[in-house]
């Protein structure tokens, strides 16, 4: 992958208001979720006490909280509570932050900042300086299995169609 540049990852529809979305992207799990202010948080998907899977656990609030003790991470990845600790606890809990990526909306898409976060850049890809107001876009969800390099070659290279495909969606043409 090419460092540094924001990756299209997901719908932003696909996070619900205080939703919690376990997936792959660019070789990492991640664990995406929107807490109740509307902040979208990726974290790793391996809780930092004994490696459960954040993605299944539920939104306490603004933090998710893992499904195994209960441990909460806030947007930032940042552990905010240890419920074995009690709620008086004032325990330094820094050393149970989880990595934390950056993630960005815009046009419906959310976007994740692959590379050194100290280089994240305002500016998220789209097509906007290439069309005019009429243009319209919609999504599918496909899941092939292939690398994904394998996939873009194949959308690019349409003069394939009417030959491999000849008697199906690439009839008539
Ligand atoms: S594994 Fe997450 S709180 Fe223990």
């Not at 299944?56 to 419920?83: I, S, Y």
């Not at 319209?136 to 009417?162: F, G, K, M, T």
Request: net charge negative.
């Amino acid at each position: 992958m090419i460092l540094n540049q924001w990756y299209a990852i997901l719908p932003s529809k696909s996070v619900k208001p205080q939703g919690i979305v376990g997936l792959k992207r660019l070789n990492l799990n991640l664990a995406l979720f929107r807490n109740a202010q509307g902040e979208l948080g990726c974290v790793v998907d391996q809780c930092s006490h004994r490696g459960a899977a954040l993605s299944k656990g539920e939104m306490k609030g603004n933090c998710l909280m893992c499904p195994f003790h209960g441990l909460e991470f806030d947007p930032r990845g940042e552990c905010t509570f240890v419920p074995a600790l009690g709620k008086a606890s004032t325990a330094d809990l820094r050393r149970f932050n989880v990595t934390a990526y950056p993630v960005r909306e815009k046009h419906g898409i959310i976007y994740f900042w692959y590379g050194d976060s100290a280089k994240v850049t305002e500016e998220l890809p789209f097509f906007a300086a290439h069309v005019d107001e009429t243009y319209v876009y919609s999504e599918i969800e496909d899941h092939w299995e292939a690398h994904y390099s394998r996939c873009i070659e194949n959308q690019l290279d349409v003069v394939h169609v009417p030959i491999v495909h000849h008697n199906t969606i690439g009839k008539g043409n």
